[in-house]
Antibody, heavy 125, light 107 residues
Framework: QLQLQESGPGLVRPSETLSLTCTVSGGSIVSTTHYWGWIRQTPGKGLEWIASIYHSGSTYYNPSLQSRAAISLDTSKHQFFLRLRSVTAADTAVYYC?????????????????WGHGTRVTVSS | EIVMTQSPATLSVSPGERGTLSCRASQNVSNNLAWYQQKPGQAPRLLIYGESTRASGIPARFSGSGSETEFTLTISSLQSEDFAVYYCQQYHNWPAITFGQGTRLEI
């Protein structure tokens, strides 16, 4: 059974870089039919997709976060990562990693069928 | 950006009754519409995609309908475990996918 688990610091100082890890188990991160993504949830803006990555390293970003976000992966560790730089209080959220439903060789499906439990990140000094 | 608007914000229904949740897109998203269920302290769970296709393991009492800009999630006979927050999401405008703000379904 596929499982995703987020990890990372729960507190980040303003202007610093948020770094999160998602560990994939029970399934292959090098799947040819799935992208892997990060989504966050805030009380104010709700659910917001951040970025997605394929095992080849191909990436997509939310245009509103593209300038600050970076997604990467390490297939040997079955992990993918999110870095979000220059954080502010507005980046306080629960961050989820998730599997995109299906990649047909053109673009990811754009919806997510398996999610991690989420990790809460607070930006505060 | 395609704005997804869900209504009502809160829906009060009795167990055994039908629940009908609405989602409106600010532009035509064809049938590229998903629904998720979220319970307190849990991640969203995919219910419906392609506007009407149930995800794996989702009971038949959940059904989706609609097209273009107007969509509906119907729960035919509400069970106690169905009381949660429901979100719609459009994935028509990749990579600018967007979610609705949610409908809270309460007893």
């Amino acid at each position: 059974q596929l499982q995703l688990q987020e990890s990372g610091p729960g507190l980040v100082r303003p202007s610093e870089t948020l770094s999160l890890t998602c560990t994939v188990s029970g399934g292959s991160i090098v799947s040819t039919t799935h992208y892997w993504g990060w989504i966050r949830q805030t009380p104010g803006k709700g659910l917001e997709w951040i970025a997605s990555i394929y095992h080849s390293g191909s990436t997509y970003y939310n245009p509103s976060l593209q300038s600050r976000a970076a997604i990467s992966l390490d297939t040997s560790k079955h992990q993918f990562f999110l870095r979000l730089r220059s954080v502010t209080a507005a980046d306080t959220a629960v961050y989820y990693c998730a599997r995109d439903n299906y990649y047909d060789g053109s673009v990811p499906s754009g919806f997510f069928d398996n999610w991690g439990h989420g990790t809460r990140v607070t930006v505060s000094s | 950006e395609i704005v997804m608007t869900q209504s009502p914000a809160t829906l009060s229904v009795s167990p055994g009754e039908r629940g009908t949740l609405s989602c409106r897109a600010s532009q035509n998203v064809s049938n590229n519409l998903a629904w998720y269920q979220q319970k307190p302290g849990q991640a969203p769970r995919l219910l419906i995609y392609g506007e009407s296709t149930r995800a794996s393991g989702i009971p038949a009492r959940f059904s989706g309908s609609g097209s273009e800009t107007e969509f509906t999630l119907t729960i035919s006979s509400l069970q106690s475990e169905d009381f949660a927050v429901y979100y719609c999401q459009q994935y028509h405008n990749w990579p600018a996918i967007t979610f609705g703000q949610g409908t809270r379904l309460e007893i």
